[in-house]
């Protein structure tokens, strides 16, 4: 391999890149470039920075191909993900929506109740813990439904209820053993 050698706007581009970034990845290649080019072998190289010597040859060869954009890493392989902006959509339509709006006896979204509701809408089913991660991207948090019937219940019939009740109780308590 040649020697590398940077001019000063090549040098001054891969510096700026090194300090303005926040990727750890892409400052390790560029410094990797411009050690390189100050006369650095790849094994001391790969030494210092604590990576191996194929690293090096890949940073070198990125930067070789596609310059200093060619240091950023571009988006991982994969395959793309089930929860394409349409099923996102309707993810944000029925959480914002309350169940009962939709004809569901319910009030209160479960992960398994929203997950059945979007199968149903969009053919799209997920696990209980993706579709968690996917509502965590989407900004929304969720916990487990805390069940009660206060402010469905009628107060007056309540009250009424919990005062008679207090009075059975009193009355069961001062009953003596002999009396029972």
Request: hydrophobic share 40%; charged share 25%.
């Amino acid at each position: 391999m040649a020697a590398w050698s940077l001019s000063d706007k090549e040098w001054d581009a891969l510096d700026r890149l090194r300090f303005t970034t926040t990727d750890a990845v892409v400052f390790r290649n560029a410094t990797i470039i411009l050690v390189s080019a100050a006369g650095r072998s790849k094994a001391s190289i790969a030494s210092d920075l604590g990576c191996s010597i194929g690293t090096v040859d890949l940073a070198r060869k990125h930067y070789r191909e596609g310059g200093p954009q060619g240091l950023i890493p571009g988006k991982p392989p994969g395959r793309a993900s089930r929860a394409t902006p349409a099923y996102r959509a309707a993810l944000r339509i029925a959480v914002e929506t309350p169940p009962q709006e939709l004809g569901y006896g319910f009030s209160v979204w479960s992960l398994a109740r929203l997950n059945a509701h979007l199968l149903k809408r969009t053919g799209i089913t997920f696990s209980e813990d993706q579709l968690g991660r996917i509502m965590k991207q989407e900004g929304f948090s969720f916990q487990r439904p805390k069940h009660t019937m206060k402010g469905k219940r009628d107060e007056a019939a309540f009250q009424r209820a919990a005062v008679k009740l207090r009075a059975l109780k009193k009355k069961r308590s001062t009953m003596t053993p002999s009396s029972r």
